[in-house]
């Protein structure tokens, strides 16, 4: 059954304004290369920027997860999974391991998260969630299961988008809190919770619809 043009072009509408958020947020990390202080590097103990180990971590999760974020919306275009599926596959590959990289570099970064315990395991439980979801993605396609590599893939990117989301929230709960910490604490979990019940709602009637993320 066809969408009405309303229904069609609200969905233009956000997909636009996903693909936006994606893009601005993916290459917000070049920033960070020209100002050291920059964003939330400037609440972080002078100790710790210092740590070898750590700053090769940031880098690594900063780069890779806005490259992801530049690459996994395109991935959900119909066109190109129709007509060009060599370029879907060889996009998806890189997705797959520039996600990998950031989810694995961003679970030793959690150790370090300010807000003490609740805010640290709110970050691992998301780098765990996204390296999952990527893996279980890969392997399904690999095995042809691909309704399964799609539910997977929507939570992947999903747990990706928790870097435009955690933007969104924070400068709220901070107004709202009036102290970082307090909203830094909410927001690692709150940046990627609600994403997981929208890749939810998104894929619980896929194997009707088929064309639902094509």
Known sequence: MSQNPTSLRSNKILRITLAALA???GLYPLLYFF???FGLLGNKDSMLLANMLWSSAFYIHVTTGGLSLLIGWVQFNQRIRLSAAA???RLGKLYL??????????????????GGVISATGFLCLAIVWFTTTFMGYTSIRKGRVIQHKRF????????FAAVTLRIWLPLLI???GDFIKAYVLV???CWLPN???AYMLTRNINKSQNQFV
């Not at 391991?97 to 300010?114: D, K, P, Q, R």
């Not at 893939?153 to 990706?160: D, T």
């Open 23 to 25: 893009s601005i947020i």
């Open 35 to 37: 100002q050291s202080s």
């Open 87 to 89: 370029i879907h596959r």
């Open 97 to 114: 391991l520039f996600a990998l990289c950031s989810s694995v570099s961003s679970a030793y970064l959690a150790l370090h998260a300010e």
């Open 153 to 160: 893939m929507v939570f992947s990117y999903a747990s990706c």
């Open 175 to 177: 107004i709202i809190y």
């Open 188 to 190: 690692a979990w709150l």
């Open 196 to 198: 997981m019940f929208v």
